[in-house]
């Protein structure tokens, strides 16, 4: 397992961004335990956000994800999302979503061995970057064949048409509209996962697989209901699951493992 | 000397954030030199900004800073600017001066041994952390003895009061607008250097000791020229430097060692 | 929580090295999850030492101590020990006991606001960690209230007097005497916690609070009971814990958090 | 240009270890200069070794290896030389020489976009790291199409045949025996550069370019003079260079510009 650390000029930033990487293309050699042979194949890559507050060392540091890297032999990118839910800010020239969606994915995969197949690459986060990972995995719904949403921040159900004053108590309708733009265009926009999933149904293109998980006791539970009545009322594939647990790392640790293992067992057919 | 990589989560950035820090609290032991005593005294420090496009690598990376921070007995940090001019935004919450000019100066004497004093506590930066670092020493001038400006970025003087449609190459109306606010509001606000100067002179406050210097071929030549005739005609001590040199490694690499011997031989007295 | 990279020279190791920290001065702010005050008094600090063929990265990226940090208001210091049971190497001049033992204590408490009180200063570590703990622990028993020792390499059992030819499909008799020393004569040396035990029960000093920790399936299960049999035999005071578990991370994940548990409830009393 | 920290599990060295690497897979974008467009073929690659009491953060942080590796479009990657001059410590199982000459290569080539062939991959380094770069550079021939050696302590020379009670000032005896093993069987060894010169010759094979130089008052010039008396001797091609100067990094900052100058200009042909 390399663990890497990458700080490099991205254009879509048009600044020095760091992220965090797990490169399972080596193993460790614990005494007591046989050593595995390693496949050389290309590996699989999956696009891991944080959520809000965090940055590019949450899941490394919170979670035991290098474990599972391993384990699942998958390389796993963490980027640092800014409080800026990966949508893009074009006015600042901060493209949260082109970099996270699309930049990172093609210099990963120039800079390391990594599978340039679909179905070799996932996104996934948690709160703010569980949204990230559904808005982008469906905006860019081209390079991903699956989605990992744990305990999703779905903000659009709870702000879009929001009124000056508008606070939810982490944040206010000026933070809202600095981030998602103007609100009331909000509905129907790209940064409505909704509407993402219906433009990607008809236009004919794949949808990716999509996993998601939420605690009973997360304050962000009714719009992790909502999207997966929504996707449920829309046939598309959906796994989803609740558990007792509120919204923090010892319910995003036990299942990014789960989420990992669906991952395994429904790896995307070729297509 | 320790080279420190800090991640913490900064209030005034609402989110995790990454620093560099050189703190020469020991020193290396080369052959063929003679080891030199440490001085225990709490260590005078420079905060150290990078220009657009960087982070804080570049300081490190590109320039000879850290045998610099060793030779004279200097603590250096360096934030990330993130392409905001180390001025608030405070829609989205990322207040850049506030964290620069404030919460980092508190946070490095809380975690390190530092000297309180203000005649040990310095900023300095080139480009657009050159204008950084003279709006936040002078508006935090409180806590800054010095101020050292390379190359400074004074965009004020370039940007009040333009229109939409402004452009100047490098970044247009939009992202102008974005970082600084309502242009036509900038003249005199706490963003424009002069403003900051005459009202630091009608309180009586100190003023820091100010450094600047500009290559001769920079493009910036001028917004530098002209803040160092107002400092002139205002009477407030300035020391100025040009020499042939464009924006790049080798101008900043020269001025940052001739910026900390000024530094050394102009310690601002007791007061 | 600080999450800390440093690099600095070490005298007991003439070079440069690398150390990660976990210094929880400041707290998080997770939406949802109240804001705790923090206790502004120095930090007690563990010193926590990694296996066989890992480094400073393990302990960080394998378990949650992050979050244990941030939970038991301890500042965490990860060295690296380099395969080398953090002993003593007086002919090569890397003296990694004198380092994790002596310097790093003093070194850290030199750069962090930690306290320097014995009782709020602790080690630990696991395999080949675990018997650096110990050793350390009791070989600079002034510095340390207490000692953290899971699934403990306690190898001086095994290898003391070892034949050439030696080997216990680990390492063998070349490793071991390269490593520590002439191994006829490591009975009774510093390299023997018995004997460690023995010199301060002599000397009527203090030994510090004892955690000893391993899984019923793990290969070093014999040599803890027996260094746990000793110090009963020996009316030395120690929390001794089995359960089922091998040689890996989920026992050792498991292990630190009810060892920090026990820190906090078994904090020794003042002096 | 992508700057990357490593860490990862080498079977030379049985354990997890950490360089550091430049990568110039994309440009930076600095205002007021225009953009390159990057050549997509695979990168020539350097392996530089830091010198006694330094790691794998020397070069980076001391030179402005940083903007040479964009300038030249080639590839820097940083180990750590831990004092053990670059050669194998077969006893304790860390096979520094073939961790930097064989594992090293390959397993950078296997992350990374490099070119494999022998003429793009160089080996350089100062001081201890000199040595380390003339040595595993001519051990490890068939890899490297050229070797820069700053400041080269090439200590055989000095060292070998010493007997018990000898010191250079830096180190003894028991230091050199622990690093170089039986010094009366040093000379004609595998650690013995002319012997390793001799070697190739012998055989045939190709030797890599040779660059050295050192400062005219450096500590260390006679056995650089030495060494390239010998390669002119034997008629081995070198370029060998000596300047006013010390053993320092001034030095090392200006002739690392020149080595690369050098390579860049003195392209093996390919073969």
């Not at 020095?16 to 890559?45: C, H, M, R, W, Y």
Request: hydrophobic share 40%; with cysteine.
């Amino acid at each position: 397992m390399a663990t890497v650390q990458v700080n490099f000029f991205s254009k879509s930033m048009r600044r020095e961004v760091s992220f965090n990487a797990l490169l399972p293309v080596d193993l460790p050699v614990i005494p007591g335990q046989s050593e595995t042979a390693i496949q050389q194949q290309p590996l699989k890559s999956l696009y891991l956000l944080n959520g809000y507050s965090g940055n590019q060392w949450d899941w490394i540091t919170f979670t035991r994800i290098r474990e599972l890297a391993d384990r699942y032999r998958i390389a796993v990118f963490m980027p640092a999302g800014e409080n800026h839910f990966y949508v893009d800010d074009e006015d600042k020239g901060e493209l949260y979503g082109q970099y996270v969606g699309q930049e990172l994915v093609a210099f990963t995969r120039e800079l390391f061995p990594l599978s340039t197949r679909r179905e070799h690459t996932f996104i996934g986060g948690l709160s703010m970057g569980g949204y990230g990972a559904i808005r982008n995995g469906l905006k860019y719904a081209e390079h991903f064949g699956g989605i990992i949403a744990l305990s999703s921040a779905i903000l659009p159900y709870k702000i879009a048409n929001a009124e000056p004053g508008y606070s939810d108590g982490i944040a206010d309708y000026k933070y809202f509209t600095r981030v998602f733009g103007d609100l009331s265009k909000l509905e129907g926009s790209d940064k409505d996962p909704e509407a993402l999933v219906m433009q990607l149904k008809e236009s004919g293109a794949l949808i990716p697989n999509i996993y998601m998980a939420c605690g009973t006791e997360d304050f962000l539970l009714d719009v992790n209901q909502r999207f997966r009545d929504f996707l449920l009322r829309e046939h598309v594939p959906v796994t989803y699951t609740e558990s007792a647990g509120v919204h923090n790392w010892d319910f995003w640790n036990d299942y990014i493992t789960l989420a990992l293992d669906w991952l395994a067992s429904n790896e995307p057919s070729e297509q």
